[in-house]
């Protein structure tokens, strides 16, 4: 069974650019949330799809979005890049509503520096 | 709001010792609590999951405790190996209404050999 598949690994963009990372989820998982992880504040909830629906989102500003298809691949999306932004973006996927039926699995991540 | 912490920040132990990572959260209404190991530059990969109900889990060398009431749980892991060397992660999942997973601070595991 595949695991949770991000793409792309590593990207370098500039200031003010924009950004769309993917996430596949593990077949069969209908929850797909995202996370922003840095030195300084660790792990953070960015925002959580499910059945295509946002039903959880965390404290990052509006330039950070997301969306969730029919097959439940998921794409987050972040427009003017700022130096902050550097970090790894981390998906994981779960068959309920953020883990609430089982654990979750994550991604190897996506790991974004802004120049 | 949530918050979760994790102490100590680091530990070194040798190899075959048993050892206890602590993990205290401020608000006891939770769903569930996960305890994950993060590889360097790896996403994370689960261990345990104790349901708010339950006070503990086990799997292997590895056993997870819940006091929901003091706000506490704690991984104890046994007979520890160099592969145990790791980032370890607790987090906690909120009540119906706010589904959201709050990390811990995490506390950076070496297993000396």
């Known amino acids: 069974k595949a695991g949770v598949t991000q793409t792309p690994r590593y990207l370098i963009k500039t200031r003010g650019q924009q950004v769309t990372l993917s996430c596949s989820p593990i077949s069969g998982h209908r929850s797909v949330s995202w996370y922003q992880q840095t030195p300084g504040q660790g792990l953070q909830f960015l925002f959580e799809y499910f059945s295509e629906t946002q039903r959880n989102k965390g404290n990052f500003p509006g330039r950070f979005s997301g969306r969730q298809f029919s097959n439940s691949r998921s794409e987050m999306n972040v427009s003017t890049l700022e130096l902050g932004d550097s970090a790894l973006y981390l998906c994981?996927?779960?068959?309920?509503?953020?883990?609430?039926?089982?654990?979750?699995?994550f991604g190897e991540g996506s790991r974004l520096t802004v120049l | 709001k949530q918050e979760v912490t994790q102490i100590p920040a680091a530990l070194s132990v040798p190899e075959g010792e048993n050892l206890v990572l602590n993990c205290s959260f401020t608000?006891?209404?939770?769903?569930?609590l996960q305890w994950f190991r993060q590889d360097p530059g790896k996403g994370l990969t689960s261990l345990l999951l104790i349901q708010s109900s339950q006070r503990e889990q086990t799997s292997g060398r590895l056993n997870a405790s819940l006091d929901k009431s003091s706000g506490r749980s704690t991984l104890y892991i046994a007979a520890s190996q160099p592969g145990d060397s790791a980032t370890y992660l607790c987090?906690?999942?909120?009540?119906?209404?706010?589904?959201?997973?709050?990390f811990g601070t995490g506390t950076r595991l070496t297993i000396i050999p």
């Open positions: 608000d006891s209404a939770i769903y569930n």
């Open positions: 987090a906690v999942l909120g009540n119906f209404g706010n589904e959201k997973l709050t």
């Open positions: 994981a996927s779960s068959t309920g509503l953020a883990g609430t039926t089982g654990e979750l699995f």
